[in-house]
Each structure stands twice: as C-alpha cells, then as structure tokens.
C-alpha cells in the first residue's frame, strides 16, 4: 500500500500538499519533523509534516519528497492544534503561521543566495561535488540552489551546501536562510599517555628547555585542582600569560588534547540568590483571591494600581507552578521591558528563565526552542514578546500576561495577525492551565469577560508601602500659546518643574508618541508636502540622518532642498517628534545629560538595556522616548512625567 503525507509548506497555501514516501520513511517519519520537498517546477522548500496517511491525492500526482531534515519532531502535537486554531480564527493559511512560528534557521528555500566567504580552501579538503559548486563561486559572485542543482546535474543539493557551509566555504543570506550552528567551547586536557607518574616527570624534564610551555602545563594542573572543572583553552592562555600559538603546539606535539563542548548561546552566570520578597496584606488578599478564583475560572484578570507589586504576587504564583514542574510563560507587550524583568526574574530563579524575542539572532531563539521543546532546566519560565506563544510547550503549567490592555501584543502585518492575549488564553486552555492577564488599566473586553463572569476578577487598590497616587496636572498649551508663555514645544510650567526636579538630583521622562523630528514636511509657496509612493502617507524627516522616511513599509529617500513641486526652497517641518524634543531638551538644560529611546535608537541587541541601565544607574538626567517608555517600567528617581 502507498504512503504519503501532508505536508505544511511556509508559504500561504489554502490546502496542504501531499507528498509519497517509502513505507520504510513511513515507519520512522511523525507529524511535526521537517522534510525538504520540491514545490512547484523548481523550488525545494522545507515543509513540516501534518499528517500520515494512505490517500493518494485526486487531482495531481505526488512527488517524491527529498529528504528527511529531523530524527524526531520539532513541532509538537499540540503546537500543531493551536497553529489549527490560529489559522482558522485569524483567518490565514497554515503556511502563514508555520512562518511566524519557527526560527528562520529552521526554515531552508531554494531562494537561497551563496556566497563564497573569505576563508582560502585547498582543494585537496573538498569532496568533487562540492570543489564544483566552490569553483564555480571563484567565477560568479553568488549561486541559487537551482544553479547548484544544474551544477552537480542532481536534485539533493542541500547536504552538500551544508558541508560546504560546515567547512566555512561558503556563506548564505542571512535573511533567507540561516543555518543553526551549535556554539563550540575549546577545551583541553592532559593526554592520556601523561597520566602516570613517571610519564609525567619525564614530561616535566623534557620541557625544562621550552619554559614557557612548562609553565603552561603547570598551570592546568593549578587551573583542574583549583576549580574541578575542564579548562578552556581561553583560560589556559590567559592564566599562563602565554599566546594561543604556544597551547597549539602543546596539542601538536600531542602532549595536550583538545575537545569541544557544546554551549548555548545566552547562558546565565549567577545564581538564584535571592528569595522572593514578603508580600504586604493586600498583596497576600490579592494572592489569595487569585488562587480561590482559579478553581472556578481557568482565566483570571488581576486589577492592580501602578506600583502595587504585581510583579511579586507573579513571582509567588510562578514559585508555586515550578514546584509541580511546569512551565511558565510571562507575556509582556514589549522588548523593552524584558530587559528590566530578566534581572529581578533571575535574581529569584537563576539560569530557570529563558527569554525569547525578535531582538534575539536566530540561532539564539533555536537553542531556545529546543530548550523549551526538551522541557529543559533552563527554559522552565519564558519571557518573551507576543511571538514566544508558539514555543513548543509540553507542560505548561501558567501563562501571565503583564500589560494585558497594550496593542503591542496585536500582530498587523503580516499574517497571521494575532493577537498575543487571546491567542494565550486559547494556548492556554489546550495545555489545561491557568492565565493571569494583569493590568492598571484593563482593556474594555478583558473588564466585560470579567463583569461576565467569564473571567475571574481580583484587584488590588493600594500601592506598596501606601506610596500616594502621583499628582496629576494638565497645562492648556493653547492658552500658553495665547499669552506667549511657550519655548519651543515646552511650556513656562512644565519648565519651572523640569528645573525644580533636576536641581533636587532627580530624573525626568518625557513622552512624545511620534519618532523623528517632524512628521510633516510642507512647501510654505505651494502647500506641498512629500508622500511615501507605496502607502500615500507625509514621510517623516529625521534629522539624524538627514532623511525622510516612511513608517508603514521602510521607503526613504534624502531630505529635500527644494519643493519637488514648484521648486521653492522655502521648506517647512510641522509638528514634532523625539528628536525635536531631545534637540530643545539639550538647549534649555545644557548641563544635564539628554538621552533618547525610540525604535531608532534601539536597533541593536542591547539597544534597551544600555538605555534602561544607564537610566537606572543615573547616567541619564533626562529621557525622551515613544511608547516603549510607559509600558510598565519601574525608575526610582524618576520625579516627572511628561
């Protein structure tokens, strides 16, 4: 009898295609791995397979798939039900969520472009398929799979890039096709012919003329005694005050061993050190009216005033879950905040906490997920931004969302567009466990469930240490204007409170919901103003980079001189952005120290922790920022708002 699959291609397909395997591949393939099938009349995709099965496909005939890419599923059974539900809910094929779901290295195309990389190669270390494709990159700049399968004239070209990128021969585009490569750690040892005594001492008077290779030796034997533990070659090195090339020779003259341990990629260097806090009475009443709740209701919305101490009645609930040995997930709507989370998270369970987001490179979210995936000591609480909902979770135990009213946690674009909150809840009821959605100020349809019954409903009123509410003070700009009381964007109030809360040693955060210096760009002669040609919006200008910019779909081009309409170059910016701000911030207060946080100040990896840590190390006076400021994070010398 004929065997097939369906298979789930990443690309948006209504229907999944099915594929014929040998019963033998039917015996050892399980929904969830990957297989490379062609697609298409020339295209090799990686699918994921749905499910086996023994009925040929009516209107086409299948092929063949290429190969096996997993010796046991990435994808779990139940991650493959919620990708059911959110393809039906949200409206979009299965191929859109395999794409949002999995790590791009997980995901392999036949779109990839090969490079050949720097490193010099004899052609003595290449096999003869693949000396053909890396001679073929001496006379072009790149190849396409498809130009490497006419190459080598065969279709299973992909073993063969993956030695070639194993051997560091070839690079590939890191947006198309990233490729996990474990982490490798040298270390060394003594060989093993060293061990006895004799042979040792002998070793010893051998190296008496080349002292500093003896030194190197004692200093293994200082470094293995001293910590117990297998000595890095890096360690080795530095300890011993002598070069790489010195520690090479030792292991050429096979009078040390080297060898590899795998490591991840994040590792967590301290210890949970620190027992979770007391919690006050009111804490302890929200605590436990949420465990009392949770026995009626599987969702459960937590109503705490700002500085309630949410975040310690999560951390007692999460204590609780991890004693059964679960998983947790803590959700919060933005990357900016994990950063400030993490520490107080690690402090309390150590290397316990993974954290999962898009700042993350890809190979670092594999080894995240196949953390999650082997229910690993190291990723037993998750925190992460919306997109960590599709870890392949076996034992989830509790999901808190932290912020459960912001937008941040609705995808837009692409699809599918979920949203993090909802999809949580669903995620959750799947696994049979809990959710906590925690806020100041619930979102209209989380409050209704709750007034519903729907949901269970708990608040918390006072804020630790009965600290008053903050002040609140609005100033009429347009009166301001009226009698001339402005500088710049700042009015005469706001100015005196600036000045008074600087000079008592505190810091200040100022809010503008718009990035750049202007969103508008107007002729004063014509009333022109320039668009974005893909989304027919004003292009914002940004100072910093002399550039106008479109925010919807990336377009930019150079600032203008002149109108590109009647050609006056009597050009206007109208409204205002962060850069603005910041730029009138430093005129009005030179003496202090300015900074700004907004999505182009925190594009690289450590953008929001080098930011928050600065702030919370008062190396910042002042702070400008968009959005990503007011989403819960916690300042104690922060005196004003604005």
Not at 76 to 98: H, P, R
Not at 202 to 218: G, Y
Not at 517 to 545: K, M, W
Not at 588 to 604: I, N, Q, S
């Amino acid at each position: 009898m004929a065997n097939f699959i369906d298979v789930i291609l990443p690309i948006p397909l209504q229907k999944l295609f099915t594929y014929s395997i040998t019963s033998a591949e039917a015996h050892f393939l399980e929904a969830g791995m990957r297989v490379s099938v062609p697609f298409g009349k020339s295209k090799i995709y990686t699918g994921l397979v749905y499910r086996i099965h023994n009925e040929a496909p009516l209107v086409y005939e299948a092929k063949e798939i290429h190969q096996i890419l997993d010796e046991s599923p990435l994808v779990n059974a139940s991650q493959l039900n919620f990708w059911e539900w959110i393809s039906k809910y949200y409206m979009c094929t299965m191929g859109d969520v395999m794409r949002a779901a999995l790590p791009n290295a997980f995901i392999l195309e036949s779109e990839t472009i090969l490079t050949k990389t720097p490193t010099q190669l004899n052609d003595e270390d290449l096999k003869d398929d693949e000396f053909l494709v890396y001679e073929a990159l001496h006379h072009q700049s790149s190849l396409k799979i498809q130009d490497v399968i006419n190459i080598l004239d065969k279709k299973s070209v992909l073993p063969v890039i993956k030695r070639l990128i194993d051997k560091n021969a070839i690079s590939v585009q890191e947006e198309i096709f990233e490729k996990y490569k474990p982490k490798l750690v040298r270390y060394v040892k003594l060989n093993s012919n060293y061990t006895s005594e004799e042979n040792l001492q002998q070793l010893l008077e051998d190296l008496s003329r080349a002292p500093k290779q003896r030194e190197v030796i004692m200093t293994l034997f200082m470094l293995s005694s001293k910590t117990k533990k297998p000595v890095k070659v890096s360690e080795l090195a530095s300890e011993s005050d002598a070069s790489s090339s010195i520690v090479k020779t030792l292991i050429d003259k096979e009078i040390l061993e080297e060898y590899f341990i795998q490591i991840d990629r994040v590792v967590y260097s301290g210890n949970a050190n620190e027992d979770s806090k007391a919690l006050n009475e009111h804490q302890e009443k929200a605590l436990s009216e949420i465990k009392s709740e949770f026995k009626t209701h599987p969702t459960v919305l937590l109503h705490g005033v700002t500085s309630s101490g949410k975040t310690e009645i999560y951390v007692k609930l999460i204590e609780e879950v991890l004693d059964k040995g679960q998983q947790v997930l803590y959700l919060l709507p933005e990357i900016a905040l994990t950063t400030q989370l993490v520490s107080r998270l690690q402090n309390y369970f150590g290397e316990s906490v993974a954290i999962f987001h898009s700042k993350y490179s890809s190979h670092e979210r594999v080894e995240v997920w196949q953390n999650v995936l082997q229910s690993s000591k190291k990723a037993q609480i998750i925190l992460g931004a919306r997109s960590s909902v599709f870890l392949p979770f076996k034992n989830l135990g509790l999901i808190i969302v932290d912020e459960e009213h912001e937008q941040s946690f609705k995808q837009f674009d692409p699809a599918p567009r979920y949203h993090a909150r909802d999809a949580a809840i669903v995620l959750a009821h799947m696994h049979k466990a809990k959710t906590l959605l925690g806020s100041a100020t619930p979102s209209l349809e989380s409050y209704f469930n709750a007034q519903q019954q729907r949901y269970g409903f708990v608040e918390l009123k006072y804020r630790y240490n009965d600290v008053l509410m903050p002040e609140i003070e609005l100033v009429d700009i347009k009166d301001k204007h009226k009698r001339k009381l402005m500088k710049g964007h700042f009015s005469d109030r706001l100015i005196e409170e600036m000045t008074e809360t600087l000079a008592e040693g505190h810091q200040i955060i100022l809010f503008q919901n718009r990035r750049g210096f202007s969103p508008i760009i107007e002729c004063n002669t014509c009333g022109h103003a320039p668009q974005c040609p893909n989304c027919d919006v004003s292009l914002t200008y940004h100072q910093y980079r002399n550039q106008l910019r479109c925010h919807y779909c990336g377009y930019n081009t150079q600032m203008l001189k002149n109108c590109s309409a009647c050609g006056s170059p009597e050009l206007d910016n109208k409204g205002f952005g962060t850069e603005q701000i910041e730029q009138e911030v430093k005129i009005l207060f030179p003496e202090h120290k300015v900074a700004r946080m907004d999505l182009d100040t925190t594009r690289g990896k450590y953008g929001y922790e080098k930011i928050i840590t600065a702030l919370e190390q008062q190396e910042i006076d002042i702070l400008v920022g968009t959005q990503m400021l007011t989403k819960g994070l916690d300042f104690r010398n922060v005196k004003l708002v604005a």
